[in-house]
């Protein structure tokens, strides 16, 4: 039956593909043909790769964790496709285009928070968790009140990330493939419930491997393709672009001009990285800690090449793309002047694929674009649908008195039940200001997800009542923080100045959590604090040895 | 767990070596990682034209190229070390924690 509706939904997805292609040329926008060839190609590839998983996906641990069997090297993939979504490739070259310098220390501080996340959670998270970052919290804490907080900072940090990534499609796919925007959001949050309901992890987990793969070679090939231009030479790629563009280019401007904002955005990309729940339910799906280190060191190797490769591309869409005739938004450039590109500045990579590879290899990067979109958005569409069945609903409604079966089916509910919201608030969005979305989701999981996480694995005195005030107040203070803060207060809710000066709010939300949390534990002398700090040692030995912990499944 | 169990394990010496030395060297690799990066960031909080300076007279590559550079490679290179002595050293230890009590 499951594959009758799965066939059902593929042609539907199909028809309305086509039906959008067709509207583009009616509208007459430009058709990218190779794109649109390409893309359904992957569309194509993946479907199958559902189908194939969907055969696989039987228990809930399938449908979770792809059963506990994927490799390090495999998972490592996956988490940098997780992290390579199409804003970090389109965003980040963008900002290196319009900047210069200042995008690289962006790209670094999206990297070192790996390192961190291997040292100190990615172990005693695999061998504490079975499939979300909430079973670990509430390991030896009480499991309502403590799923609830951790379910909450988990679906509030998908559905932001769902937001950014849906408008950010709608409009890239807009300008890609001339599709309509609601036709081209509609479409992603079809094909991404598809992915999660039928292929759950093992599906999703693969679309981001074969996307992160294309992504990787299309990135490698685009910087190659540079480098060659310049006999290879960073010193001729960077004086040609320094005497287009300026001296400016090369050294740190304006983006982090303050030292507390500074710090705040390194704080909440380094600790946001570590409470992001679609990257932490990746550690689940590998067979034990040995290769839940692999993959982090395999992810950050891939992801840190990328930064690498997208530095480049921004330096060559400065020297091929900037002044570029064919790629000037003349109508722009009357209003305002200067040199603006077609679509903005986040299109300097795929304008750059045109420069470097023809209309050919554009059709290639603007698929990979979209695929990376789909990918993203599945993977955060399961950590989301993951929070609502296995946290919210088997653990705190029903206690746990669920059979895996029921559990599975909630979770596929949920997903349609995502998809429908992200498709919904996508459409909502089009026209607002979303700068600060991705900002927010990242400081929430700074200031709610991780300190919860951190001090539950290490700190003998967390409580129960410690974790959920102070879990509460960090994501009380980073919503409210963005809220007064510049973006929203100031460029969206139009006031004349912001009642909180800073863009990041995460050195401040991020230490009241840690602060609130250390004052209501070591004040609660309840029995059941007492308990929880016995349990304790237990869970250690646990998480350094792995005694106890969830092994791959049979299959 | 058992209460006895728990007692046991606390009480071998791989199990105690194993935390010992982990942690230590977690903590190590950790601060690493904070030094380099956070050196970094609030050099480009206060002194940015540090990294803006050149790299020579007769090239407009700046200093701060090849550092930020190397803080990629430096991260990737920290993941490969813990993994390789963890992998190894500590899995061991844990191994033989887990055989000391009949688990493996």
Not at chain 1, 339 to 351: E, K, Q, R, W
Not at chain 2, 8 to 30: H, W
Request: net charge neutral; charged share 10%; aromatic share 12%.
């Amino acid at each position: 039956m499951f594959n009758r509706i799965f066939l059902f939904l593929i042609l539907g997805a199909v028809a309305v593909m086509a039906g959008g292609a067709i509207e583009g040329e009616v509208a007459k926008q430009e058709l990218n043909m190779s794109a649109i060839i390409m893309f359904l190609l992957f569309v194509g590839g993946t479907l199958g790769i559902t189908y194939w998983a969907a055969k696989r996906t039987k228990s809930a641990k399938d449908f979770y964790t792809a059963g506990g069997g994927i490799t390090g090297f495999q998972n490592g993939m996956a988490i940098a496709g997780d992290y390579m979504s199409a804003a970090s490739f389109l965003g980040i070259s963008g900002l290196v285009y319009l900047k210069g310098y200042d995008g690289l220390i962006y790209s670094i501080g999206f990297l070192v928070g790996w390192p961190v996340i291997l040292f100190l959670i990615a172990e005693p998270l695999r061998n504490l968790g079975k499939y979300t970052f909430a079973d670990v919290a509430s390991y030896r804490l009480r499991q309502t009140p403590i799923r609830t907080l951790a379910a909450s900072g988990s679906i509030a940090t998908v559905i932001l990330y769902l937001i950014a990534q849906m408008v950010g499609s709608g409009k890239l796919i807009q300008l890609l493939f001339g599709l309509n925007y609601e036709v081209a959001v509609i479409l992603v949050g079809v094909l991404m419930v598809l992915y999660v309901t039928f292929g759950g992890m093992l599906a999703t987990t693969w679309v981001q491997i074969i996307k992160a793969f294309l992504l990787l070679s299309g990135a490698t090939f685009m910087a190659v393709a540079v480098m060659a231009h310049y006999d290879f030479s960073f010193g001729s790629l960077f004086a040609q672009a320094v005497e287009m563009k300026g001296i400016e280019v090369m050294s740190p401007g304006g983006l982090v001009s303050d030292p507390v904002s500074a710090i705040s955005l390194a704080v909440a990309l380094m600790f946001g990285t570590a409470g992001l729940p679609h990257i932490l339910m990746r550690f689940f799906t590998v067979s034990d800690a040995k290769e839940a280190r692999k993959s982090v060191f395999y992810a950050t190797g891939f992801i840190g090449y990328f930064y690498i490769l997208t530095f480049i591309i921004g330096f060559g869409a400065i020297v091929m793309v900037y002044t570029n005739p064919e790629y000037l938004d003349v109508a722009k450039q009357a209003v305002s002047g200067g040199s603006p590109i077609l679509g903005g500045n986040n299109m300097a990579a795929i304008h750059l694929s045109h420069a470097v590879g023809g209309d050919f290899f554009l059709g290639f990067i603007s698929a990979v674009a979209f695929a990376t979109i789909l990918a993203v958005v599945s993977g955060l569409t399961l950590a989301g649908a993951s929070a609502i069945s296995h946290d919210l609903y088997a653990s705190v409604f029903k206690k746990g008195e669920v059979d895996s079966m029921k559990e599975m089916q909630v979770s596929k509910m949920a997903t349609v039940a995502l998809g429908i919201v992200a498709i919904i608030m996508g459409i909502a969005f089009e026209k607002q200001n979303i700068a600060f979305v991705v900002g927010l989701a990242f400081a929430i999981a700074a200031s709610a997800n991780f300190p919860v996480l951190m001090l539950s694995m290490y700190w003998k005195k967390l409580t129960t009542r410690g974790a959920v005030i102070g879990g509460s107040m960090g994501l009380a203070t980073a919503v409210l923080l963005v809220i007064l803060g510049p973006i929203v207060w100031v460029q969206i809710l139009g006031n004349a100045e912001a009642i909180f000066p800073y863009k990041y709010p995460a050195l401040f939300s991020v230490t009241v959590s840690f602060i609130a949390i250390w004052f209501f534990s070591i004040t609660d002398n309840s029995q059941n604090a007492k308990n929880e700090h016995e349990m304790f040692e237990a869970q250690y030995i646990r998480s350094q040895t792995g005694i106890g912990a969830e092994g791959a499944s049979e299959h | 767990m058992k209460k006895e169990l728990v007692e046991k394990i606390k009480a071998n010496p791989d199990y105690q070596k194993l935390v010992k030395t982990r942690s230590g060297f977690s903590i190590k690799l950790t601060v690493a990682m904070l030094v380099v990066y956070f050196t970094f960031i609030l050099t480009i909080a206060f002194n940015p034209s540090a990294l803006g300076a050149p790299l020579g007279a007769d090239t407009v590559t700046t200093v701060g190229i090849p550092i930020g550079m190397a803080i990629i490679v430096f991260a990737f290179i920290l993941t490969g070390i813990y993994t390789k002595r963890a992998n190894g050293e500590f899995d061991d230890l844990a191994n033989a924690v887990k055989k000391s009590v009949g688990e493996d």
